[in-house]
Structures are given as structure tokens and as C-alpha cells.
């Protein structure tokens, strides 16, 4: 059974700080999503990695794709308060069946 | 933006009462996906559809579920018989291909089950 954990489940950081969300998995992949949920909305599309290696950047996020060490990272780069969400990411295992982690609640103070 | 869209927002019914929840998907796409958020919980797949049948399902997609595309726009997911155990955030989502493919997702229905 494929397992996804983020870590961490919480953060607070300030304004202009750069901090990195972990989605570690269990099983072998090489295709990986990040969401963002605002609260009471929908998921949003952030960045779909499909290779070892991947990395894709908007704005202040960055994501990267470590298939070997079955890890993706979400770097945040100088944050602001807009980037407030919930952050999550997603596996796909087979066929667009995603297993998601359990999200990682960020929270960016001016 | 072409967006996948949901109704009812929020649906609160009765212990043992059918609800069906209604989604749009993106015109264009090909592949429909239900999926669900327990309040506090793991964003978990229900179910997959494609060319007018389920392509995957998950566990939790027991007989009481059911999903259909009556037209040519909608995509629907049936609860027959809710429990309690049913209240969540019920996602639609939809994308162009499979594998690889961004997917989009709707803004939720919230089911209550009293």
C-alpha cells in the first residue's frame, strides 16, 4: 500500500523566510503533484513532476523530485502572506488514482 | 479559466437517504475522478471514469456508491443509502489524459449526514 507523509504538518514562518516542505512516499513513482487548498476552496494546481530530477519553479515555489530517494520538496523562497494555504502532495501510482499526504498547514506572519 | 464545477456546495440529508452530487467537468477532458476529504482527514480517491466506465475504483467506492454521465456535460457521483461515515468534502475532478496529466479539481460538496 503506497504511504505519503509530509512533513511538516504546521508551519509558521515570517514574512521573507525560506522554508522546505518534504513528501516522502512509500512505493516506486515518478509521477508527483502539489496542491494548494485555501481554506473552504478548492485544490489547486501547482506543479506536476513526472522524472527524476524534475524541477519546476513558480514564483516563490519550487518543487523537486528525488524518484530514487522516493522524496519531493517544496521550497519556498522570501515568503509572503498570500502564500498562506494548506499544501499538499499527491502520488500517482497508477492511472491518476492519487494518494495524497496529509498536507502541511502554512501559515506566513508579516 | 475553464474550471470544473460542483453542486450542490453543501447538502445536508438524512441517515439512510440517496444523495447525488452533481460536477461539470472541463469540456474537453476525458478522464473523471471522484474524490473525498473527511473532515481533518486525507484528501482519499474514490473512483475513476473514463470512455463511459469506471477505470479504477478505490476500497472505500462500495456498492453504495455508484457514478455516472447521463449527457454529455455532467458527471455524477450516487451515495445511496448515506451513513454517517459519509459526511465529507466529495471533490470532482477532471483531466485531458492519465498519466501525467494535470488534473483539476472542483470546489467540493460538502455532505452532512444527520
Known amino acids: 500500500e503506497l504511504k505519503v507523509e509530509q512533513n511538516p504538518l504546521f508551519l509558521s514562518m515570517q514574512e521573507g523566510k525560506n522554508y522546505t516542505i518534504y513528501c516522502n512516499y512509500s512505493?516506486?513513482?515518478?509521477?508527483l503533484y502539489w496542491y494548494r487548498q485555501d481554506p473552504g476552496k478548492s485544490l489547486e494546481s501547482l506543479f506536476v513532476?513526472?522524472?527524476?530530477?524534475a524541477v519546476k519553479q513558480e514564483g516563490r515555489l519550487m518543487a523537486s523530485l528525488d524518484t530514487k530517494a522516493r522524496l519531493s520538496t517544496l521550497h519556498i523562497t522570501a515568503a509572503v502572506h498570500d502564500l498562506s494555504a494548506t499544501y499538499f502532495c499527491?502520488?500517482?501510482?497508477?492511472?491518476?488514482?492519487?494518494?495524497f499526504g496529509g498536507g502541511t498547514r502554512l501559515m506566513v506572519k508579516p | 479559466e475553464p474550471e470544473v464545477t460542483q453542486t450542490p456546495s453543501h447538502q445536508v440529508t438524512q441517515m439512510g437517504q440517496e444523495v447525488i452530487l452533481r460536477c461539470v467537468p472541463i469540456?474537453?477532458?476525458?478522464?473523471f475522478y471522484w474524490y473525498r476529504q473527511i473532515l481533518g482527514q486525507k484528501v482519499e480517491f474514490l473512483v475513476s471514469?473514463?470512455?463511459?466506465?469506471?477505470?479504477?475504483k478505490s476500497e472505500i467506492f462500495d456498492d453504495q456508491f455508484s457514478v455516472e454521465r447521463p449527457d454529455g456535460s455532467n458527471f455524477t457521483l450516487k451515495i445511496r443509502s448515506t451513513k454517517l461515515e459519509d459526511s465529507a468534502m466529495y471533490f470532482c475532478?477532471?483531466?485531458?489524459?492519465?498519466?501525467?496529466?494535470?488534473?483539476?479539481f472542483g470546489e467540493g460538496s460538502w455532505l452532512t449526514v444527520v
Open positions: 513532476l513526472l522524472s527524476n530530477g
Open positions: 512505493t516506486t513513482s515518478d509521477r
Open positions: 499527491a502520488v500517482d501510482n497508477a492511472g491518476n488514482m492519487l494518494t
Open positions: 471514469f473514463y470512455n463511459n466506465e469506471i477505470s479504477e
Open positions: 475532478a477532471s483531466s485531458f489524459g492519465q498519466e501525467g496529466n494535470t488534473i483539476y
Open positions: 469540456s474537453n477532458h476525458l478522464y
